[in-house]
């Protein structure tokens, strides 16, 4: 599951010969004056679990609702295993579904469900019946295939929905938020689930999701949208750390945010002066920006430092603010920390010991730093 | 936070009452052994006697009957077409005229409805020929005409409160527009079908007015053959009919109602079964 | 075109009506409608829209075409009733003669206005009746407990199912002179002689209230089961009363439902025929009524048609008025 996707490190987008299973080309989808995609492109690769995220109305769903075939692009192309979709109905396409609400066959058996996809493709009834076996058993449902949907919990209604929609062993499967509808808990156990029956299957997925958790989690690559576009396309890594705009940092994740302007730069350097950090940012690698150009520093809360004594060296990339609140989340701890220039910064401490006398508290006075590699530099 | 106040409750006792007090007098005195239908003497069947030896009476409800069934039919099935039009083509051209169209009968008052297509049949009579004179299909497109919103109505509502995503899961797997609209929408929206149905039968079979204008001679239907006894007064006969009426409609109803309590007990019982059973 | 002398006859229309013809297809409206047609008749769904489509501008507007142009026509004693509005005069000539004597003849006759504002005078009290009576029970069911709303639903529709006729007929047996009520009352001494209910307005308003209470009570029910209860818990948090939160928070939030259910019950009163004809006497004379008669009594087609007309103008204005005040209603609440 996870680890063996690191070790066999599977970054078919890395090469530059491999060739993309789907290949969504310049796709832009109107609806009215709405633009819902704006001149999207992006290659998948096979066996990929690809996310899309993003906020509601971001054009997610319509990425999706467009690979599957219920809208058709105003214009772009969208290729599947080399094949141009453009005019194919959905029931014609090698793709399918699972849909945010399940959309199971209220009348229908679990069994009934499952097997609706192969009666439509003609497949004689024994080799139904297997297959049909063969997935429930595999989404651990095999006891329940005379049950009609509503006497299923929300956790087995999602599998019948999964299992539907695999059985037709599809070239893609679209999964539109799978976790959604399941409790917190639920959740978590059935995203490694669903990671191993991908595994398992070698099936290439595309989920969508507003959830920066479940992305970050499920994907090999996540594209993350906003407005119809494709704004960062990256690992979970490179999405998380190495941000491409402010949207992104802000998007995924908790972060700090810094204007300022660089004041002094090298090959390898640069320092940015901060008004509201009152103190220059040292980043220890150069930039692509121009000088005197308006930009933005980023850190991560857990990338902080937060102690009351100042650090030996502290020259750059530390300030000093005053514990404005801390929200105790059992293993770590939120700290507000308003500094001298009345900007709230957010740092997020692991709470390594159980109980301590000496615990930065409401009211102290503090120091926050970090190291120069912590801090991302954005220009957009 | 289910306060009952007085009020409340008697505002309901006095309003059913308003609603069932005439219909249960109309079944009581039909029981009444006298022909002056109010003045009480004994109580006697032979007024259920008379009514089954009504030779117009028995025909006109025959005709009917058969009148509301295909009418009923005709209305299930324009009014489903024009539930789907208006629930799943999304915005098209003329919708906007084809939903005012659509609901427009239900507050049309029937004596407008009546004379204008009654003006409609003769002109295409003198016209083109068809339908050649008025009679029972006059009286079924008529019907059908008027009866197909209320079934657009109640099926466009299980329409839109249906999860659209079902029918595009179906095609998703694979199946066909029309096979999708056979097997799975058609299934989901036979509750409202069949009410649709009901009420079609229903309405045809109450229907004076419409009936009146577009009938021709040899098609007296049974509610004009009981406005002409009733305009000469009151007649035990009729309260008789009236009893047979409402006993048939109340056992009908009440069977229904609880066979769909019934369902949703079991159902109910299923949900319980699946939150508690299973994880 | 012929050269011959004689012109046949349909010959002689395609030429005539072809510069008509071509006129009217560019006509917007039935422009637009030969483009949907082509629209539609190439998709596969074209045939669902379509064939009921067809089926209501035939039977349902239509109709009212034909009834505008034989109120414009003359009355003849002949088989249709009425003169033809196009006649070809001289074999060439199109000839249109329009009648507007049968409207004025409404204007005129005393009769036909005061049975047209009766109509509007009954329809509204009734109405306004029905929504008295109505709301409270509207609201009871609402309130009630959850296993009993559907029962009383069920006790709501119920009449409905049952023939309006007879229950319209149930209401003579009540109000007769010699009717139930007036033998009970005589019976317990407290009357000599029968009041005289039958036949007057009263009993047209009990007809019309009787009948059309359920349309008022379903819109007004379903409005306000769908009022969030937590909307008054709130305001009973914030320190109002029951009554008070009433008048603030339920009735305002209802009125989509108050507007539905009083044009529900006020527009298809309006062109009622048999409960005045049964239950009323000389002064509920109403609209319906009187179409009614000019029809079969007088075979006046083209007055019955003007009558129509007239009475199709109103329910078309009250219904383009109820949509205005249902979307303020909407969004207002």
Known sequence: MAEAKTTTAFEPWTDPNAVPYIEIRNVTKKFGEFVAVDNVSLNIYKQELFCLLGGSGCGKTTLLRMLAGFEEPTSGQIFIDGQDMAGIAPYRRPVNMMFQSYALFPHMTVEHNVAFGLKQDNVPKGEIADRVAKILELVKLGSFGKRKPHQLSGGQRQRVALARALVKQPKLLLLDEPLGALDKKLRESTQFELMKIQDQLGVTFVVVTHDQEEAMTLSSRIGVMNHGRIIQTGTPTEIYEFPNSRFVADFVGTVNMFPGRIVDEDNDYVRIGCDEAACTIFINHGVAAPPNAELWVAVRPEKIHLTREAPADARDNCVRGTVDGIAYMGDMSIYNVRLDSGKMIKVTQPNLIRHSEDTITWDDRVFLHWHASSGVVLTL | ?279 | MSRAGYVPLGERMATASEPLLRTLVRLPLLRWFFNTLGRFAISGRGAVVLVPYAWLLLFFAIPFVIVLKISLADQVIAQPPYTALVQWTEDTYLQIKLNLGNYLFLVQDALYWKAYLNSVKIAFISAFVCLLIGYPMAYAMARAEESWRNVLLMLVVLPFWTSFLLRVYAWIGILNNTGLINNWLIAAGIIDEPITMIRTNFAVYIGIVYSYLPFMILPLYSTLEKLDNTLLEAAADLGCRPFEAFLTITLPLSMPGVVAGFSLVFIPALGEFVIPDLLGGKDSLMIGHVLWDEFFANRAWPVASAVAIAMLTLVLLLMAGQRKLEEKAETAA
């Open chain 2, 1 to 279: 936070m289910k306060q009952k106040s007085w009020f409340l409750r008697g505002a309901l006792a006095l309003g059913f009452a308003f609603l069932y007090l005439p219909i249960l007098s109309l079944v009581v005195y039909s029981f009444n052994d006298n022909k002056l239908v109010t003045v009480w003497s004994k109580f006697s069947v032979k007024w259920y006697g008379v009514l089954l030896q009504d030779e117009p009476i028995l025909s006109a409800a025959w005709l009917s009957l058969k009148i509301a069934f295909m009418n009923a039919t005709l209305a299930v099935i324009l009014g489903t077409l024009v539930a789907l039009a208006l629930a799943r083509f999304g915005a098209f051209r003329g919708r906007a005229l084809l939903s005012s169209l659509a609901t427009a009968p239900l507050v049309m008052p029937e004596v407008i409805t009546g004379l204008s297509l009654l003006l409609l049949f003769v002109a295409m009579e003198q016209f083109i020929g068809w339908p050649a004179g008025r009679g029972t299909l006059t009286i079924v497109i008529a019907h059908a005409t008027f009866s197909m919103s209320y079934v657009a109505v109640i099926v466009q509502s299980r329409l839109t409160g249906m999860d659209v995503s079902i029918e595009e899961a179906a095609l998703d797997l694979g199946a066909k527009p029309a096979k999708v609209f056979m097997v799975i929408t058609l299934p989901i929206i036979a509750p409202a079908l069949l009410s649709g149905w009901l009420l079609a039968f229903t309405l045809s079979l109450d229907d004076l007015v419409i009936a009146s204008f577009v009938s021709g001679p040899g098609s007296t239907t049974l509610p004009m053959v009981i406005y002409s006894k009733v305009r000469l007064g009151l007649s035990p006969e009729i309260n008789a009919l009236a009893t047979l009426l409402v006993g048939f409609v109340s056992i009908a109803v009440l069977g229904a109602g609880l066979l769909m309590a019934r369902q949703e007990r079991l159902r109910q019982r299923d949900v319980q079964m699946a939150i508690a059973g299973n994880k």
